[in-house]
């Protein structure tokens, strides 16, 4: 069992910035790709980015493309997720994520509780 505590959250201006962490205990960390999805209010959750077990592969929704970046140190136990140019349609509550993966396909296995991110234009 792998429990995933997100922290970073708060409230930044149009064009800023903002940097998440998500903290993993309980199990093998490096054995689980990690990703972050989103849910705003009225909204379907969505997903934002993904990268591999390794640290070496990842992925970005367009909307985000070019403004966040992940990253993970399976040394310390630990995914972030830095966030730039932050626009008012980002705020959210953000999910840290673990997911199993065979081959092209991966599955989500454990979801952190969210953290919330505001964005005020």
């Known amino acids: 069992q792998v429990q995933l505590v997100e922290s970073g959250g708060g409230v930044a201006q149009s064009g800023g910035s903002l940097r998440l962490s998500c903290a993993a205990s309980?199990?093998?960390?490096?054995?689980?790709?990690v990703g972050w999805f989103r849910q705003a209010p009225g909204k379907e959750r969505e997903f934002v980015t993904d990268?591999?077990?390794?640290?070496?592969?990842?992925t970005y929704a367009n909307s985000v493309k070019g403004r966040f970046s992940i990253s993970r140190d399976n040394a310390r136990n630990m995914a972030y997720l830095q966030m730039n140019s932050l626009q008012p349609d980002d705020t959210a509550i953000y999910y840290c994520?673990?997911?199993?993966?065979?081959?092209?396909?991966?599955?989500?296995?454990?979801w952190g509780q969210g953290t919330q991110v505001t964005v005020s234009s």
């Open positions: 990268i591999n077990y390794n640290g070496h592969d990842a």
């Open positions: 994520t673990a997911s199993w993966c065979a081959g092209n396909r991966c599955d989500v296995a454990y």
């Open positions: 309980g199990g093998t960390f490096s054995d689980y790709a």
